[in-house]
């Protein structure tokens, strides 16, 4: 079934940049009621400005989503603004770009953290304010790593696997409550989500100027959610990369264990 997001009350999680700032552009503009979380108040409320200033109803909740103190302030506050949702976005996230062996367990904790434990926990929360939704939808935005796990992202493709995995299973269960659950896997996309990784001592050229602008990967969240499309792929990378796994994964193992061989060659 397509879906209008016209009035629809839509959560953003990671709403103070990147794709979640473009997508809740996107929305606002489409006619959305947003609640924008995300833990810097400032850009969020500027951007909750922006969208007011055009007409929008946007709402600013500042809350770090892996504390559960700051969740149940969230939702208790969201409750009283919005008494049900009907739109939840799972896209706050962040990474990680290192060999494992250089890494240490706080890493992979905290990518844990941020992009499972609190995905999970926000939809845990979102149950029973979805379930009384208009076209009620679970929407997580995880990563083409989450499909193919990738040499130097190995904290962050687990974690994103992880995410995959409870999008595929929840979307049998929460057809009871008649919740759609949507994934959507970007490949890179420029948003300061490189000046943020926890490690940057990967070596590969990762050619990120060629990745999509956070706008275009905002279009494609929007249009999965518009379409209620089960599964969307972003990128030339992420779609070249995923189909060629899915017919070779034993020649992509090979092509990634040469490539780190050659990289790594001299310590
Ligand atoms: N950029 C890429 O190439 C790429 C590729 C594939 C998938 N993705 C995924 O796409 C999603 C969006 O990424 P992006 O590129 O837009 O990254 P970004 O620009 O770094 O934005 C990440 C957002 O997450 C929020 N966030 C981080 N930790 C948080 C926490 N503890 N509580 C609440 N909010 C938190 C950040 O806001 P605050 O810092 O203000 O909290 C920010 O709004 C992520 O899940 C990412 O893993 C990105």
Redesign the pocket.
Request: hydrophobic fraction near 35%; avoid cysteine; aromatic fraction near 2%.
């Given at each position: 079934m397509k879906r209008n997001v016209k009035g629809k009350r839509i959560l953003i999680?990671?709403?103070?940049?990147?794709?979640?700032a473009e997508l809740a552009r996107l929305c606002a503009k489409a006619g959305a009621r947003l609640a924008l979380?995300?833990?810097?108040k400032i850009?969020l409320e500027k951007l909750a400005s922006e969208l007011t200033a055009l007409g929008a109803d946007a709402k600013a909740f500042p809350?770090?989503?892996?504390c559960n103190i700051e969740r149940d302030n969230l939702f208790r506050q969201i409750k009283d603004h919005f008494h049900e949702l009907d739109i939840l976005v799972n896209?706050?996230?962040?990474?990680s770009w290192n060999h494992f062996v250089d890494g240490n367990e706080e890493i992979v904790r905290q990518l844990m953290e941020?992009?499972f434990f609190?995905p999970a926990e926000m939809i845990r929360q979102s149950i029973p304010l979805l379930e009384n939704g208009d076209q009620p939808a679970i929407v997580n935005?995880a990563?083409?790593t989450g499909r193919r796990a990738m040499p130097s992202w190995t904290e962050y493709s687990a974690s994103k696997h992880a995410l995959v995995g409870l999008t595929e299973a929840l979307r049998g269960e929460m057809a009871r409550f008649d919740i759609d659950v949507l994934l959507v896997l970007?490949?890179?996309?420029i948003?300061?989500?490189w000046e943020?990784l926890a490690l940057k001592t990967g070596r590969a050229n990762l050619g990120i100027e060629k990745?999509m602008t956070?706008q275009v990967a905002a279009n494609g969240i929007l249009n999965a959610i518009l379409s209620n499309k089960t599964e969307t792929v972003l990128g030339w990378d992420a779609h070249w990369m995923l189909r060629l796994d899915k017919f070779f994964p034993k020649l992509v193992n090979w092509l990634l264990a040469r490539r780190v061989k050659q990289l790594y060659a001299t310590r």
């Open positions: 999680t990671g709403a103070s940049r990147g794709m979640g979380v995300a833990r810097s850009e809350a770090d989503i892996t896209n706050a996230g962040s990474g941020i992009n609190a935005i990563s083409m970007p490949g890179l996309t948003t300061p989500f943020n990745g956070p």
